[in-house]
């Protein structure tokens, strides 16, 4: 059976956007909120795993545009939280490699080996672009418009996404400065956010225990009017509010995983919306 509760506003997703838009809430006095998130903790793409004995990053790791005229909000949090972050030089490629004792390497081996993997990877990329252009299109049906198998996305991303979605100039460097810090702290990127969280969800011992933040809970569907939003979720449960937050990313969107009731207005790239 359905249940069904009222608030002034859902946040769906709980990454830093998230988080931040329901800090910004709860600060401005607006304390009757929910927050659904998917998964089983806050971060988001902010996210770290233990792996032998040591914190890796598996999505964000470097606070970018720092040094500017601006100051950055996050470098702002990291500083505050004590973050232990390591400035990258991308200058001298000796400064952001380190060996096992924590040493800088000797710049000459650094620089070679560094010097050698950008121009393999260069190589790498002109041959497989060079064996696109020359290869029958049929060949490649999908590839240009739409990939779909995992090697597919995987080609898209590294010669199309990771270095050229960002339409220069990008606002974050020319905001709030050139320079790059690596996250290097075992607590992982993700502290900022529960450092966020503990502003206005009520934590013990580290841990978020807040009513008001529900994880494992996937919203399904989303019904908008005059009257507010109705929010349903996977578990078959009804949330209603005033307003609705979506912070999911652009993918999740694109699947289709949410659906709109009245439907969002249409993509006008209906080939890359799955
Ligand atoms: C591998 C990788 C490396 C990156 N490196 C950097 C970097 O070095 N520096 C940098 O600044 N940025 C980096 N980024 C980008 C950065 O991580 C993201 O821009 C940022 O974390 C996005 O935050 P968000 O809150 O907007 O979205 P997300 O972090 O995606 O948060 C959205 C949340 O919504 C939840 N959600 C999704 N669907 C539903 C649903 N149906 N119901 C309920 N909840 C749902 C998700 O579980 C997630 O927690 C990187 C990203 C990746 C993947």
Same mark, same amino acid.
């Given at each position: 059976?359905?249940?069904? =509760?009222?608030?002034?506003?859902?946040?769906?997703?709980?990454?830093?956007?998230?988080?931040?838009?329901?800090?910004?809430?709860?600060? =401005?006095?607006?304390?009757?909120?929910?927050?659904?998130?998917?998964?089983?903790?806050?971060?988001? /793409?902010? %996210?770290?795993?233990?792996?032998?004995?040591?914190?890796?990053?598996? #999505?964000?790791?470097?606070?970018? #545009?720092?040094?500017?005229?601006?100051? =950055?909000?996050?470098?702002?949090?990291?500083?505050?939280?004590?973050?232990?972050?390591?400035?990258?030089? $991308?200058?001298?490629? /000796? $400064?952001?490699?380190?060996? /096992?004792?924590?040493?800088?390497?000797? *710049?000459?081996?650094?620089?070679?080996? $560094? %010097? %050698?993997?950008?121009?393999?990877?260069?190589? %790498?990329?002109?041959?497989?672009?060079? *064996?696109?252009?020359?290869?029958?299109?049929?060949?490649?049906?999908?590839?240009?418009?739409?990939?779909?198998?995992?090697?597919?996305?995987?080609?898209?991303?590294?010669?199309?996404?990771?270095?050229?979605?960002?339409?220069?100039?990008?606002?974050?460097?020319?905001?709030?400065?050139? /320079?790059?810090?690596?996250?290097?702290?075992?607590?992982?990127?993700?502290? @900022?956010?529960?450092?966020?969280?503990?502003?206005? @969800?009520?934590? !013990?011992?580290?841990?978020?225990?807040?009513?008001?933040?529900?994880?494992?809970?996937?919203?399904?569907?989303?019904?908008?009017?005059?009257?507010?939003?109705?929010?349903?979720?996977?578990?078959?449960?009804?949330?209603?509010? =005033?307003?609705?937050?979506? *912070?999911?990313?652009?993918?999740?969107?694109?699947?289709?995983?949410? !659906?709109?009731?009245?439907?969002?207005?249409?993509?006008? $790239?209906?080939?890359?919306?799955?």
């Amino acid at each position: 059976m359905e249940s069904s =509760n009222r608030c002034s506003v859902i946040v769906v997703g709980a990454g830093i956007s998230g988080i931040s838009a329901a800090k910004v809430l709860a600060k =401005n006095g607006v304390e009757d909120i929910l927050i659904l998130e998917a998964s089983d903790s806050i971060g988001g /793409r902010i %996210k770290k795993h233990s792996f032998g004995n040591v914190s890796v990053e598996l #999505g964000a790791g470097w606070i970018a #545009g720092v040094g500017g005229k601006v100051s =950055n909000p996050v470098w702002e949090l990291a500083v505050q939280s004590g973050l232990r972050t390591c400035f990258s030089d $991308y200058s001298d490629a /000796r $400064y952001n490699i380190y060996d /096992r004792s924590g040493e800088i390497f000797p *710049s000459g081996v650094a620089g070679d080996t $560094y %010097k %050698k993997a950008v121009e393999s990877a260069i190589q %790498k990329l002109r041959t497989d672009q060079d *064996s696109l252009v020359s290869a029958d299109v049929s060949d490649v049906p999908e590839l240009s418009t739409s990939p779909e198998t995992p090697i597919e996305l995987a080609i898209d991303f590294i010669l199309h996404d990771f270095e050229m979605a960002e339409v220069e100039p990008i606002s974050t460097y020319v905001d709030f400065g050139e /320079r790059e810090f690596l996250v290097a702290d075992e607590r992982g990127y993700e502290y @900022l956010l529960y450092k966020m969280a503990e502003e206005f @969800l009520f934590t !013990s011992d580290g841990k978020i225990l807040d009513n008001r933040l529900k994880l494992n809970t996937v919203v399904r569907e989303l019904q908008h009017s005059r009257d507010g939003v109705i929010v349903r979720t996977e578990d078959g449960c009804v949330y209603e509010a =005033n307003y609705v937050i979506l *912070s999911v990313s652009i993918g999740v969107l694109q699947s289709h995983l949410i !659906s709109f009731n009245p439907h969002l207005p249409v993509s006008p $790239y209906p080939n890359r919306a799955r």
